[in-house]
């Protein structure tokens, strides 16, 4: 599903936009989240609900779209990071060379968004919603992939290393650099029988040491197999089980900059909304 942060509509001011998601109006930051299982086991057979932020960002309005020599935009692929306004109801990209958003930039309200977007706490309110959207909806726990697993995703570094200090900072408990395995990730049965087969292939004849399994055995290929498919064995969580406390911290201003990240917030006219 899609969370996405958005300024509501202003009388009187014009809609911007981010390629990202074109039919959005005002978007402030998103995020796609997937809802999974983890902690499955033989007293937990059900597991616990997480919300995983597969990606979290901030929209580009004033990015520009590419072009090539004499100002010929370049068409850029579905979901670009190209910013951009909307005229009669329709998404225009700002192109490179003209004027950027015109009757937005030079208002106070063009103003507040481009230094909310500039600034280093737009992950601070994007992560809040995000806390909160979990909240509403009945997750245990909230999980974030490292940096490492991001540039394999994606080549981008990003603030997710970032982000679990600052649920810390608000209130929240958090493990950074949790071990996947511990939460019940690992290799496919298919995968591990296979991979146990390639290595007896390769160790045939060999004296085994240590278990069953010899020195290869399942907490191994767990290893392999989760750094394979995400670039790392680890991941961020924050437990969110103690709805008493999560309801205690939302409801209490957090310092964000020079101000709260309620007033913040109600200043410039924020709001979540989910698209599932």
Known sequence: MEVKLTYNNLSGYPNFGDGHFESTKNLASWSI???RRINKGPLNPNG????FIEEIQPSRPDNPVQTIPGGVPVDAPPGAATGGRFVDGEFVPYVEGQPAVPTI??????GTMTKMQKD????KKKLWADIRTAYDMGFDYIVIPTTKSIQQKTGSKGVYDTLP?????????????????????????RVV????????????????????????GKDEIDF??????????????IDIR??????????????????????QTSEALFEATTTV
Do not use: C, S
């Open 33 to 35: 989240v997937t809802a």
């Open 48 to 51: 616990d609900k997480a919300y």
């Open 105 to 110: 930039q030079g208002t106070p309200f063009y």
């Open 120 to 123: 280093a706490d737009w992950y």
């Open 165 to 189: 200090n600052v649920a810390n900072k608000f209130g929240f408990d958090v493990t950074k650099n949790a071990d996947m395995r511990d939460y019940g990730f690992g290799a496919p049965d």
């Open 193 to 216: 029988e296979q991979r146990l087969r390639e290595a007896e292939d390769i160790q045939r004849g060999a004296e085994q040491v240590e278990d069953d399994f010899g020195p290869y």
């Open 224 to 237: 392999e197999f989760l750094n394979e498919k995400y670039g790392d064995h680890k991941f961020h969580i």
């Open 242 to 263: 103690n709805k008493e406390k999560v309801f205690e911290i939302l409801n209490k201003p957090q310092p964000v900059a020079f101000n709260t990240l309620i007033n």
